[in-house]
Nanobody, 116 residues
Framework: QVPLVESGGGLVQPGGSLRLSCVAS????????MRWYRQAPGKQREVVAS???????NYADSVKGRFTISRDSAKNTVYLQMSSLKPEDTAVYYC??????????WGQGTQVTVSS
């Protein structure tokens, strides 16, 4: 079983919305803080949002008020609802745990392109 599978990316116009999904294996999801990261061309990967097992969420300043992270324990899935998208949100988006990220273990990510 693939540990993490991201989906939901695509091409969207500025001001539009997308919802990303990440299905994780139960062994990863149940007790881990889940994070969404993104990496734009030529830039370092950055944390966009994180959510603790009990639901506490944190966001990068650049996405506060526009993105919402959530998790569904019954489905082992974490979501990223993105609204009021801007061209600078264009990136490959990844979900992961801190531990897997520190070990360099990543999924394939999902491409988000914001363009008119």
């Amino acid at each position: 079983q693939v540990p993490l599978v991201e989906s939901g990316g695509g091409l969207v116009q500025p001001g539009g919305s997308l919802r990303l999904s990440c299905v994780a294996s139960g062994s990863i999801f149940s007790s881990a803080t889940m994070r969404w990261y993104r990496q734009a061309p030529g830039k370092q990967r950055e944390v966009v949002a994180s959510i603790a097992p009990i639901g506490n969420a944190n966001y990068a300043d650049s996405v506060k008020g526009r993105f919402t992270i959530s998790r569904d324990s019954a489905k082992n899935t974490v979501y990223l609802q993105m609204s009021s998208l801007k061209p600078e949100d264009t990136a490959v988006y990844y979900c992961n745990t801190v531990l897997r990220a520190s070990r360099g273990q990543w999924g394939q990510g999902t491409q988000v392109t914001v363009s008119s």
